[in-house]
């Protein structure tokens, strides 16, 4: 009785291991899509760290670009902030317009952009020629 309880245990042991790796396996592949992963960067600005996170896109494109800068100038840094983030996705670029009054905070936008689309596999270089 005791040899069947043994060899019953060790069947299941070997079994939850082979599970266990297909499920990390697929895991695996997953994570490794640009698409599916969130990707940011801080940079400091006028007033504090500006975060950017971005997504890209299966064809190498910016998916979504979200940036937070809670200590900028509300009506200044904190306007143009989001302004900027929406041009980046909208043109695909990292070759925009600087806000006037807003030069650092756009600035830190738009390094904390590069930083974090460079994380995610795209071809910085090519967007700052767009």
Known sequence: ?????????????ILISVLGLLLTGCNYRDSKDPANKKFSATVAGYGGDVTVE????????????????PNETPDI?????????KTIVANQSLSIDTISG???????VLNAAEIALRQAGLD???????
């Open 1 to 13: 009785m005791e040899f069947k309880f043994c060899y019953l245990r060790k069947r299941c042991v």
């Open 54 to 69: 971005v997504t890209a896109t299966e064809n190498g494109k910016i998916g979504s670009l979200k940036v937070d800068a």
């Open 77 to 85: 840094g904190g306007t143009a902030a989001p302004r900027v983030a």
């Open 102 to 108: 807003a030069t650092i905070t756009c600035n830190a």
């Open 124 to 130: 910085t270089e090519a967007l700052k020629k767009k």
